[in-house]
């Protein structure tokens, strides 16, 4: 099982994507549990600031970081040393503290399996302009960035880590094999699917679907999402380890534009 602690400023943005699908059947089985922090209720002070105008001028709110410290130690049970968390973390026997911005590393497929390895996680979420640098310092092991460009938030981007995560932990998904396939799994993309019936408005499928010869289908996906992967993620192919007649085909493919 994995636990997600989530620090937020609006917990209530987490209710209907947690609530249905996967993530819900994930819950119910005991897989994940996910638990919502209102960061707002460990600021300091009668009306609870979380934010605040930055030191130098300039336009936009910071996130304080007062309240995001007071959340991660009550949560944890700790004091976070002047050094930094990083300290305690690698010790070992702490969960990971990822912050949500579009400055982290980009999560990708090898991120998510990762992550799923661990018994719990950390997710801050930043809003306004920013978060104050502190929090990036010395309590963030790592930061994380669903693409490049900038939400409103890091609630959105909460969600996707969480679900990413959650559908690669053991016993989620029905079919253990079913996540081997994936687009970016294999780091390719994954090859076309049908589904009956045969042939719907005069479009038909693939004759080998209906072959029965598995070893042709399985060569016939390879080559399919290879030759999507060229269309349309050629920068994909530069990392992987391509098999002889993998580059064999492709190269009839580049032959034949």
């Keep these: 099982m994995i636990r997600f602690d989530i620090l937020t400023l609006f917990p209530e943005m987490f209710d209907g994507p947690f609530e249905a699908s996967i993530i819900k059947r994930a819950q119910e089985g005991g897989f994940v549990e996910i638990a919502l922090h209102n960061i707002r209720d460990y600021a300091p ?124 932990v053991p016993g989620v998904l029905g079919d253990a094999a079913a996540t081997a396939k994936d687009s970016h799994s294999a780091g390719l993309l994954e090859h076309p699917h049908y589904t009956r019936p045969a042939e719907y408005r005069g479009h038909g499928i693939p004759d080998i679907l209906l072959s029965g010869h598995h070893a042709r289908l399985e060569v016939w996906r390879r080559q399919q999402s290879l030759l999507r992967t060229l269309k349309r993620r050629p920068d994909l192919l530069a990392s992987l380890e391509l098999s002889q007649s993998d580059r064999d085909f492709l190269a009839q493919q580049e032959e034949g534009d």
């Design 45 to 168: 002070g009668k009306h609870r600031v979380t934010d605040d105008t930055p030191y130098g001028g300039g336009g936009g709110m910071i996130m304080k970081p007062e309240p995001i410290f007071n959340a991660v130690e009550a949560i944890l049970g700790l004091t976070v040393p002047d050094e930094g968390y990083a300290t305690l973390y690698a010790q070992g026997g702490y969960p990971p503290i990822i912050l949500l911005t579009p400055q982290g590393r980009l999560l990708k497929q090898p991120v998510a399996r990762s992550l799923a390895t661990v018994d719990r996680l950390l997710l801050i979420c930043g809003r306004y302009e920013g978060i104050d640098e502190r929090v990036r310092h010395y309590l963030a092991t790592d930061e994380l960035s669903i693409g490049d460009y900038v939400l409103s938030g890091g609630e959105l981007a909460a969600m996707i880590v969480v679900d990413a995560v959650t559908r690669l």
